[in-house]
């Protein structure tokens, strides 16, 4: 099909008989970045003003155009598009011929004809890839012509030198030069309005290609002021809408996006270029816009029928027979992305009937969860699906590019990863990989974290040295992605806090960025429990950019309680305006029996309250201002004889049976803030009086201790050293380096086998210590008093045992009184709480649409 403009989607797909939003286009030339971010809301905010008239002088958006290109207000009329001041010119310069190189933009000669001049047309030579020879040019002119020249040419993408083209006009000044620059942004080379300026060159700009918004039509000339008087006279009133004149002041105003496309552009065209050029039978013009003009050499095939194959493959190209000086050999293609350009050659190749050299990455169906907000329950619906897909026959397995969480497993291989990702591993039933969790940062303090890349620690930083420079993080983010997706059917990708988080989305590696490098569709999942959650959805996708909304494929209402059909009004309300559907509801799950992802549920209460009804023991967890590895203690929740509860200040404490001092990643602040806060004095109160029993995990051995000494500002400033808690004798030293390691032991009174990871900077003197738990190795890996009321392990994971768990709690039951149970009263299994979470999410979300948005 042959359009006299590119860009016709609509006609286009209703000739290859497919939806429009299944057709990519590659006619238009247009901006493949995309609309700026900022055009959505700014649009949005200017509703209110669509009650009134347009400035009818464009008062702010002459004022911005002058300020961008350094020209004279006076200078400059804007119109409704380009075109709409192409049609205008001839009536105002007065000139009988037009002259005009082609091929070129076929609406200079329809503007020409329409004004009743004569046109004389001057074909550019193919043998010289249509470069024009301004010699022959102005051999041409009489002096009674306008001269249309495209800077760069639309369709064969030449730059004329500006400083050629003004000698020309000043030596022909009774020629009206008229130049469309309507792609010259796209171009890094000077435009005829940085320099001086013959009275009688006139210069077209239009804003719609650039910027991405050819539907708002934004058009401008540069030109002598009289011209400019002679133009507004004959313009309709109030051409230029009230949208228009604020998203084209905005956008001259945003020199990052310019800059963005223009280089973005300029990588895209060179590789479109090469791949072009591999494919044989066809001749590639070289162009400096976003546009390529292509040349089918063979005999078999025309412009027009190649075009018909492409569309029924779902391209769009623009055929260029109807150009003077062009004929059934030519088509013109767009610069867009580097999957899309892709995609146009493979397609190319196949209507050709040749082997693609393009090479193609195996596409694994993948998906990923994205939030409103942090604890929206992301984690816990990746797991879900990951054992869905399990179920359903799919290798599965988990990523999520960076993970915040001071709650980390270490692997087989020694290295460590969010705790999160190890419970999606599990849901796939294979073991968990540092690559499933590239990045993890475990805060140290109030803008610090430790820096943790494929398992091994890099460091430690503020947030501004990490986000500084994103590029080896992502590029390790990037890796771990590719490597698990050649080796999975299927990847389950989460995301992180909201991607519509402003001040975090240009440095961002874990949530738009990812999906848009794995090409990954997006849920967005919102906490209904929490209130908000459809302003939420609302307002994340005006803060997202075209690009990164159309990988959004719909919405999740996570925590529901009561009667779905009470949320159709709101679910309508939702499509009606974000066009996307909330794909499912799931219902609040209480005791899932899961562990959370990170602290948040720890600190908000999640595991307080429950009182079992019959003789019980009280554990006290201390809730440590950098507590790591809360899930350590989730075992002791599922225990029917076991009350567990979080003490946050001295008053809370009381007489507990067992008091733990959980891990930390900041052991030196947090043994300040018990002793400031008054917990360390009750804590050594309760040791005194015998009666408690006082456990030690990882940082609270080392506070438990006589000392903790930091000489390499591990965890303070200037090599600090704090007394401890002197509950026990032992000193420790953090080390530079860190002990990453899976461990089997043996609780040596017990003579229970333990099992879990060790995490830990520090080195800890015993001292006089009685061992208590024995790796396999035979290093003492738990030290603790005769007595049993005081000790302490690096033993991350040692309750989920089911054997000493229940040796534990029954010896604190004997201590209060009560006979042991002497038999295991819980099993801590994971396995029914995955097949409950995924029944009960299977049931609730549109699975048949998530696969086929997956393209399962």
């Known amino acids: 099909m042959t359009e006299r403009h590119g860009g016709n989607i609509a006609k286009l797909a209703a000739a290859a008989g497919k939806p429009a939003g299944e057709i990519l286009d590659f006619s238009a030339n247009i901006n493949p970045l995309g609309l700026p971010e900022w055009l959505r809301p700014l649009i949005s905010s200017r509703v209110g003003a669509l009650v009134h008239y347009p400035d009818p002088d464009c008062t702010d958006l002459v004022r911005a155009f002058a300020e961008h290109h350094d020209v004279c207000p006076d200078e400059i009329l804007m119109g409704n598009g380009e075109t709409e001041l192409l049609y205008l010119l001839p009536r105002v310069l007065g000139k009988a011929r037009a002259v005009i190189p082609v091929p070129a933009y076929v609406d200079y000669a329809a503007a020409a004809e329409q004004a009743g001049m004569a046109i004389a047309t001057i074909p550019l030579r193919e043998e010289m890839d249509f470069y024009p020879d301004l010699g022959e040019i102005e051999a041409a002119l009489r002096g009674d012509e306008i001269a249309f020249l495209g800077r760069p040419n639309n369709p064969t993408g030449i730059f004329l030198p500006a400083d050629a083209l003004r000698e020309i006009a000043l030596r022909r000044p009774e020629t009206a030069f008229v130049v469309d620059e309507a792609f010259a942004d796209f171009v890094s080379g000077e435009s005829l309005l940085a320099g001086p300026r013959p009275a009688n060159l006139v210069v077209l700009r239009s804003l719609t290609k650039f910027y991405a918004i050819p539907g708002l039509r934004l058009g401008a000339v540069v030109a002598d002021r009289e011209i400019i008087r002679r133009l507004r006279a004959i313009l309709p009133p109030w051409s230029v809408n009230t949208l228009a004149q604020a998203v084209g002041a905005a956008a001259l105003r945003d020199a990052g996006y310019a800059e963005e496309t223009r280089q973005f552009v300029g990588e895209r065209r060179a590789e479109l270029v090469a791949e072009l050029e591999a494919i044989p039978g066809l001749t590639v013009y070289p162009g400096t816009a976003n546009f390529l003009l292509i040349r089918i050499d063979r005999g078999d095939i025309a412009a027009p029928e190649l075009a018909g194959r492409l569309l029924a493959d779902g391209i769009a190209v623009r055929v260029c027979d109807n150009f003077a000086g062009l004929d059934r050999r030519f088509f013109r293609v767009a610069v867009r992305t580097a999957g899309e350009n892709g995609r146009l050659c493979r397609s190319l190749c196949k209507a050709l009937g040749i082997a693609s050299k393009t090479p193609v990455r195996r596409r694994t169906p993948v998906i990923m969860f994205q939030g409103t907000g942090s604890n929206a329950g992301k984690s816990i619906l990746a797991a879900a699906l990951c054992r869905i897909l399990l179920q359903d026959g799919c290798r599965v397995a988990p990523f999520k590019a960076q993970n915040m969480s001071l709650n980390s497993y270490v692997t087989r291989d020694g290295g460590e990863m969010?705790?999160?990702?190890?419970?999606?591993?599990?849901?796939?039933?294979?073991?968990?990989?540092?690559?499933?969790?590239?990045?993890?940062?475990?805060?140290?303090?109030?803008?610090?974290?430790?820096?943790?890349?494929?398992?091994?620690?890099?460091?430690?930083?503020?947030?501004?040295?990490?986000?500084?420079?994103?590029?080896?993080?992502?590029?390790?983010?990037?890796?771990?992605?590719?490597?698990?997706?050649?080796?999975?059917?299927?990847?389950?990708?989460?995301?992180?806090?909201?991607?519509?988080?402003?001040?975090?989305k240009k440095r961002d590696i874990v949530n738009m960025n990812m999906a848009i490098y794995a090409d990954a569709p997006v849920l967005i999942v919102g906490d209904i429990d929490r209130g908000g959650i459809y302003a939420s959805f609302i307002g994340t996708m005006e803060v997202l950019s075209e690009r990164e909304r159309a990988l959004v494929k719909g919405f999740v209402v996570n925590r529901f309680r009561g009667r779905e059909e009470f949320l159709a009004e709101a679910h309508e309300y939702v499509l009606s305006h974000t066009e996307r559907p909330v794909l499912g509801v799931v219902p609040y799950l209480r005791d899932l029996g899961l562990p959370e992802e990170d602290s948040v549920s720890f600190k908000d209460g999640l595991i307080d309250g429950r009182i079992p009804a019959g003789d019980h023991v009280d554990v006290a967890i201390i809730d440590l201002a950098h507590i790591s590895n809360f899930t350590d203690f989730d075992p002791l929740r599922i225990e029917p004889d076991v009350r567990l509860r979080v003490v946050r200040n001295p008053a809370e404490l009381g007489t507990p049976d067992a008091v733990i001092l959980p891990g930390s990643k900041n052991v030196i602040g947090d043994l300040a803030g018990l002793q400031a806060s008054g917990m360390a004095e009750r804590i050594m109160a309760l040791a005194r009086g015998s009666r408690t029993e006082i456990i030690g995990i990882c940082g609270g051995l080392q506070i438990m201790g006589r000392e903790i000494g930091d000489p390499f500002g591990i965890e303070s400033a200037g090599g600090r050293s704090l007394p401890g808690l002197g509950l026990l004798p032992g000193r420790t030293t953090l080390a530079r380096e860190k002990t990453l390691k899976r461990v089997a032991a043996r609780h040596l009174n017990s003579g229970c086998e333990v099992y879990g990871y060790e995490i830990h900077h520090g080195l800890t003197d015993g001292g006089h210590l009685a061992p208590l738990i024995r790796r396999e190795d035979g290093e003492a890996i738990g030290v603790g008093m005769e007595d049993g009321l005081l000790w302490g392990t690096y033993l991350h994971g040692i309750f989920d045992a089911d054997g000493f768990r229940r040796w534990f709690i029954d010896h604190l039951r004997v201590r209060r009184g009560l006979a042991p149970l002497g038999r295991i009263a819980a099993v801590y299994d994971l396995e029914p709480a995955f097949e409950r979470l995924a029944a009960t999410v299977r049931r609730s979300l549109r699975m048949d649409e998530i696969y086929r948005i997956m393209g399962i």
Request: net charge negative; proline share 8%.
């Open 418 to 504: 969010g705790r999160a990702q190890v419970v999606q591993a599990q849901a796939c039933k294979i073991d968990p990989d540092v690559r499933m969790n590239p990045v993890l940062l475990k805060p140290n303090s109030d803008t610090g974290s430790q820096v943790i890349v494929l398992g091994k620690p890099v460091g430690n930083m503020d947030f501004w040295e990490y986000t500084r420079d994103r590029t080896p993080p992502f590029s390790a983010a990037k890796g771990a992605f590719d490597s698990l997706a050649a080796e999975y059917d299927a990847i389950v990708m989460e995301g992180a806090g909201s991607p519509g988080e402003v001040n975090l």
